[in-house]
Structure formats: structure tokens, C-alpha cells
């Protein structure tokens, strides 16, 4: 059976870089979230994303890995979207206001707010009432439906 | 940026006439029997002795425009193309309004590299036959030859006009819309010589080589110019092109694959150069169909740039900043 999850960006960019170019903690966390690509692959999982995210990984590709690799993530990622593995969200007026909401409710610490994308994340989970997976360990005090893979 | 990087087909010769015009004075029974001998010796490929039927008809009527003409053409298939010239003269010379004579007249000189009078053959052709594509084709030619680039295209267009199944026109057409920076419409106009590669004389080699050649300058120019769009229309249309020559044969696949390294050998500029190899990653990762294994591909090739010990978490954190 298909599991609905909502994956954070920071997932997506782990399975582009190699483990011996991570630092120690994120070595670790790399082999976690490979199967949630092994499980895309074999329709175990449904990604749902706010569109935002598909901008934060392909700008963080082509800050690490230039515009070549950066525009053939943009097109892996339409490709996937054609093939129904990941549904995208507009950021409508209802979902907005949900964010606006969390961000009014959560800082991220005593220093900085929640971002925008973190509360439209976020709150994208809480409306589908799906997983959300993270290695934000403050996402789990702002949300029930963050998920730290162990 | 705008990449010019082809040179269009070049000028194209006529068949010979089959049989002479009716009505001009009648032709002594002994000359047609020698102009239709010299005929089918031709569709035989035996040019010398096809060369003499004609001179054999023309000992028996001199005042044979065809039969000249006839001989024009056949000259200058065997690449003696002075002697041709001298052909066409005289079968002008006993008819003045012979568009094709004109038109293979405007093809030697061509030939010979004098475009100007060439121009002035084509012009004179199509004084007498608006409606003649090759004409107008062949005219596009010599204008291109003269730098009027701009003229040229307008002159393919006419040839299209008159003649929709014309792949060396719409292959032209493509090269100087490429040459203008219009990539878009020169990969269309690619694309309709395309569907129509089984009338070219090399097969489509050389249309492969120019189509390819302008998705590469449409990919590279948008780079430069920070058109992501175009990068991308360019780059997927190069594979889409090399899937194409892939089912046309391994020749194809060659030419195709060499236009890369032709490209690169013409590019000075380190910004250039540093575009295209963006542009080499790109297809090289976007070759790649499956779109997990192309997942996997982009991420080797993401990791031998990625700073060693730079944390993902704080790649994105500073992106949401």
C-alpha cells in the first residue's frame, strides 16, 4: 500500500551528495533516507510537497553543484511530477493563512522565527495529515506530524 | 551571444529535359533520335557517351536549345563546369526564355564562385517562372554566399511557398534563423527538412549536423544570457535529436556526437567554455531516461562538486534565509 508523506528539502538534497563528502552526523542519516528514493521508486511512498520546495532544492543544487546539474534536477523533478510520485500544492489562501499561523505560534529558537517554507511545510503536513520527514529536530516541537527517520 | 556556426547546403544542379519544347520549329528526325539516345544514356550513368548522342544531334540542328542545355547538364555533373557554362550560353543563345537554362546557368557560376552573376541567372530564371522553388532555393544561396543573410531567408521562404517538401530549403531557412539568434525557429525549420531526409543526397548527414550544431548554439546562448528556458529547449532538443539519429543509423550517431566537440572547438572565452561545460553535464545527466538511475547519475555528479565536510542541513538553511 502507498504511504502519503510530506519530505523535507533537506531529504531530497541528502540523496544527491555522497556520504564521504557529509559531515559525521549526516553520514549517518543518508543511508535513512535512501529508502524513502528506493521507496518513490517502487510506489511505496506518495511525496506531497509545497511547490516552494522544489525551488529550495534546485537552488540548493545549483549553489553546490552548478547549472548544468541544477537544471537536470529541475526536469527529474517535473518528470517525477509527471509520473504522479510527487504532488505539488499551491500556496493558496487557506494554506497561507495555516502557515501564518504556525509562525505566529512557533519560533524556531530563541534567536529566529520559523521560515516561511518551514511553516508552509509544515503546515501542508498537518492539512493532509500525513508524515512529515525531517532531521529538524525543532520541527517535532512545532508539529505532531514531524518524522526524524531512525 | 548569438552562435554562428554553419554554413548552409550549397547550390543545387537539374536534371536534364527529357524531351524538347514543341512548336519552336520542327527538329530533323535524326536529332531527337540522338537527343532521346542521349537521354537514356544518361539515366544509364554513361556520360561520355551520352555526351556525344548530344553532339551528334546538334551536328544534325544546331539551333537545339535542349540539346545544349542537355549538354550543360551533363558537363557539369562531370564537374566541368566552364564547359557547362559554355553549354548554357548557347542554348540561351537560341532561346532566350529557357528558365532552366537560366537557372543552371545561375548553378555553374555558382559553382565557380562568381554569386553575383549567379544571382543575375536566378533572377533572369525566374523573370520567366516565378513559380520555380529550386530557383528561388538556389537564389537564396547565392545571396547567402554575398552576405545578404537577411535576403537569403526570404528567398528560402519563397522556395517554400511554391514547394512545401524541400528539405535543403527548410534546412537553410534553419541555418540562417540560427545564424540570426532566432533558435527557436531554426530548430523548427530543422525539424520540417527533417520529415523530409529521405531526398537529401547525404541521407540527412549534413542536416544532422546542422540541427544539432544550432540546439547546442540555442542551449549555450541561453545560458549566457541567463534564459533558462532556452538552455534547457536547446539541451533536451540535442538528445532528442541524438535519439533520432540513433534510429537513423550509427553514421548519424556520429555526426551528431561530433557536434559537441566542434562547438567546443570553437569557443575562446572562459565564460563560454565554463557554459558549456554546464551544457555537457546537462545532457549527460538528462541522456540518462530511467528517472531513478538519472537521479543516482545527478547525485555523483553533484557529490565531485560539493564542498567535503559542508552540511546539507546548513545548505538549506541558508537557502531559506
Redesign the interface.
Known sequence: MTENIVI???VF??????G????DE?KKQRPLVLKY?DG??KGDYLVHLPRISVT?IC???R???????A??????LS??VS?GLIKLYDLDEDRMWAASDLAIKHNRSKNSSL????AVLIGLAEELNTNLIT??KYFLSVSPKAEIPA | MTMALARPLTYAVSAPIASPRKGKGKIPAEALRYFSEGVALGQLGKHQEELAAYDEALRHREDFPEAWYNRGVTLGQLAKHQEALAAFDEALRYREDFPEAWYNRGVTLGQLGKHQEALAAFDEALGYRKDYPEAWYNRGVALWELGKHQEALLAFDEALGYRKDYPEAWCNKGVALGLMGKHQEALAAFGRAYEFRDRLADGGANLYRLWALDSLAHALDGLLNQNIRAFEEGGLKYIDIFEKSQRDGPDFVGVVEDTLAQLKARLKKRKEQKAFEELEVFIRLMKIKDPFEGWKALGKEISKVWPKGHSVRKAVREMRR
Open positions: 523535507d528539502t533537506m538534497i541528502l540523496t544527491l551528495v555522497d564521504s563528502k557529509l559531515n549526516e528514493m518513490l521508486e529550495e537552488g540548493v543544487a549553489w553546490k553543484g552548478g547549472e548544468g546539474p537544471i537536470a534536477v529541475k526536469n527529474r518528470q517525477w509520473m521560515s516561511a517554507p518551514d532531521f529538524e
